[in-house]
């Protein structure tokens, strides 16, 4: 099973996050746009995992949120991967700037290492995926159009729990599964 520990957005924040993918895709091609309802923050990968390690997971999380109070998270700017001035491969809505959102996943990231899970080698930079390139090319005036929302406020999301999800690969896109709801305390 191929899962992934996020949290899940309100419907105020995905319905924003479409608004601006729609306006994006009448400004070029060779993206591969995500469904708004599937817009989540991904807080560890865990790839290609047994299913027998589901509960071992689920009790890493239990553990990791127990010190871990409901928090808010502004949703704001926008941005690519890797970066301004190569071609992008990742298009991007951030999450402003949180260190307990940081402390919080550092203790999820802590205790997987404690059950097995390799430790994620890159900086953890919370952001909502909206799109991936496939054909640079193809962008258009994309990524100009997308420049102009880098300050944009598109709303809060209150973090009440922590979901395991399955992601299963479809040709028309990604369908995501929760499997487990760990509230915060």
């Known amino acids: 099973m191929r899962l992934f520990i996020g949290i899940e957005l309100t419907n105020e924040v995905k319905r924003g996050l479409g608004e601006l993918i729609n306006l994006l895709k009448t400004k070029g ?11 989540h923050l991904t807080l560890k990968f865990l790839g290609e995992t ?24 502004s949703v704001k700017g926008t941005g690519c991967f890797p970066s ?8 991007w809505v951030g999450i402003e700037h949180n260190d307990y959102l940081n402390e919080f996943q550092k203790e999820i990231e802590k205790n997987l290492k404690e059950i097995g899970f390799p430790e994620e ?13 496939k054909f640079p090319a193809k962008l258009g005036s994309i990524k100009e159009e997308l420049k102009k929302y880098e300050e944009k406020f598109f709303g809060k999301v209150k973090v009440k729990e922590v979901i395991l999800f399955q992601s299963i690969l479809k040709p028309e896109g990604a ?11």
């Open 84 to 91: 301004e001035r190569k071609p992008p491969r990742v298009l």
């Open 121 to 133: 080698e890159r900086k953890f930079v919370p952001h909502l995926t909206l799109g991936r390139v």
């Open 29 to 39: 091609e060779g993206v591969k746009w995500v469904n708004p309802e599937n817009i």
């Open 175 to 185: 369908e995501y599964i929760p499997l487990a709801r760990i509230s915060l305390r």
């Open 50 to 73: 047994s299913p027998s390690r589901i509960q071992e997971i689920t009790d890493s999380l239990k553990k990791s949120t127990k010190k871990f109070s409901p928090f808010s998270l």
